[in-house]
């Protein structure tokens, strides 16, 4: 079996939800060993939510955040939990905590705790707002993060009431900044030796990922204005109305402008004051619609997308996700996945959005039943020399 790149590096996942377990997920994807650290009884809050269920308790949106992870549950607040924990962090090599600033601290597990431990050890949190600044205090969930970093202000029609990016940006986003940081700082830790504190925030994600909506603001001094689907730097990118619906084009410079214009028959907009260079169309792009508007009506979604394809016009339907996922694009790279599971049966989740060609990511773990590998974490701390085994452990 091939050695994945991550195979070795243990990473203690002591985070609910979604920020830090889609974190943690994306390392025991590369081949870590995740142990999932819950509390007793409940667990993750996400294994009771959702207002649906497959077969058993635990809902499809754990499922879907938390495959290739260990469970334990300990109880951070009682002193003989908390040694287990210090017994896994001599242990590991990466921990992920994402309650609200100070809480680790308070629970004895915070930065200067475990790394007193483990000096080696990289320490990531991730919050609503960051470890600093004057809000630092504030609960954090992703709509808030949009909100206050600026991108509901941008997301949706003009006129429109706030729209919320239907992907949870800084939830997902921090997460993967916080799996890159994570990476980083163990490529780091083997030129220095030692671990390091990694601050991630969902309003950093959401920001951090407004690249083109803040660069607009500096360029122009003006916030960005809601535009529905249009595209701030080029036109037309966007949705369009064909005979029996929407569908995407993407004439996203000049050479393709003239190009969809040629498959148009509307050679005559080339010359238009209104469109002659990209920035024209953008600064006119309802006017340019509204030109372009006429003729998309004269065929289906199909007949467009195929003939703007032949002619090396970026274009697509638009897709729900049933047909997204159903789609034979998505088999071909195999981004659904069948897991095996002890309550559900099988189970569908997403696959691996990046390939690696040389150690392939596999499903080596389900998403854990609470508390699944307790016992066996423990033991492996007893047979390490890190923890006493416990009377009743002893007798079996």
């Not at 966007?238 to 995407?248: E, I, T």
Request: aromatic share 8%; proline share 7%.
């Amino acid at each position: 079996m091939l050695m994945l790149p991550l195979a070795g590096i243990r990473v203690l996942d002591i985070s609910q939800v979604m920020a830090g377990p889609f974190c943690c997920m994306l390392l025991g994807d590369l081949g870590a060993d995740v142990v999932k650290i819950e509390p007793p009884g409940v667990g993750d809050s996400t294994r009771r939510s959702m207002g649906f269920r497959l077969k058993g308790e635990d809902s499809p949106g754990f499922l879907a955040l938390n495959r290739n992870k260990r469970s334990i549950t300990l109880d951070l607040k009682n002193p003989e939990d908390r040694d287990v924990l210090y017994a896994l962090a001599k242990t590991a090599d990466v921990v992920v905590e994402n309650g609200r600033p100070g809480v680790a601290q308070r629970l004895g597990m915070g930065y200067d705790k475990l790394s007193e431990i483990n000096p080696r050890i990289i320490y990531a949190s991730i919050s609503g707002f960051g470890q600093t600044g004057p809000w630092s205090q504030r609960p954090g969930f992703d709509l808030i993060a949009q909100a206050m970093s600026g991108v509901l202000s941008a997301t949706g029609f003009p006129d429109s009431e706030p729209v919320k990016n239907v992907i949870p940006v800084g939830d997902l986003g921090a997460g993967m900044f916080a799996c890159y940081g994570i990476l980083g700082a163990l490529i780091g830790r083997e030129k220095t030796g030692k671990g390091q504190f990694i601050d991630a925030s969902l309003f950093e994600a959401a920001l951090g990922l407004s690249v083109w909506e803040t660069t607009e603001y500096w360029g122009t001094g003006k916030s960005p204005a809601r535009l529905g689907s249009a595209n701030r730097m080029s036109a037309p990118y966007q949705a369009v109305v064909a005979k029996d619906g929407y569908f995407v084009i993407g004439a996203a410079n000049q050479k393709l402008w003239l190009s969809l214009l040629e498959v148009m028959d509307r050679q005559e907009l080339a010359d238009d004051p209104r469109f002659v260079k990209n920035s024209d169309r953008v600064a006119n792009h309802k006017a340019l619609i509204a030109e372009l508007a006429p003729t998309f009506l004269t065929r289906t979604v199909d007949e467009w997308v195929e003939a703007l394809l032949a002619a090396g016009i970026p274009s697509g339907p638009i897709n729900d996700y049933e047909q997204a996922v159903n789609s034979d694009h998505v088999a071909a790279r195999n981004m659904v996945q069948d897991i095996p599971h002890p309550v559900e049966g099988t189970f569908k989740a997403l696959g691996f959005p990046v390939k690696l060609t040389g150690t392939p990511q596999q499903v080596r773990y389900p998403p854990p039943l609470l508390n699944e590998h307790g016992q066996q974490i423990r033991q492996e701390l007893v047979e390490k020399g890190l923890l006493q085994a416990q009377p009743e452990a002893a007798a079996e």
